[in-house]
């Protein structure tokens, strides 16, 4: 998967384009680079994680695509049906990798 960064487009909303994630990126970039990755891991699909968490997969889109769609009770169900830590969704993708 290709890095991360995130874009201003109109509407000053990010969204998720080429680049670099370091631990000074926003904590919605971050969560949105960790959700694709963990996703992918395991090999599911958008639906299925909206299955296992609840989450519409519209929703699970454009947090992974625009980091849009983030609460706190989100990242939770994230984190439950991904079996990590609500931190490891927030801490940037090569420190994840190194705990």
Do not use: C, H, Y
Not at 2 to 11: F, G, L, Q, V
Not at 36 to 41: A, K
Not at 81 to 98: G, I
């Amino acid at each position: 998967m290709s890095e991360i960064t995130a874009a201003r487009p109109r509407r000053g909303r990010p969204v998720v384009s080429p680049g670099p994630v370091t631990a000074d990126s926003p904590a919605s970039l971050i969560l949105a680079v960790n959700v694709r990755r963990l996703r992918e891991e395991r090999d599911w699909t958008q639906d299925d994680l909206a299955g296992k968490t609840g989450i519409a997969r519209k929703r699970i889109s454009l947090l992974e695509t625009k980091a849009q769609g983030r609460t706190l009770a989100t990242v939770d169900r994230l984190a439950r049906a991904l079996e990590v830590t609500a931190a490891e969704l927030l801490t940037p993708p090569a420190e994840a990798a190194d705990q």
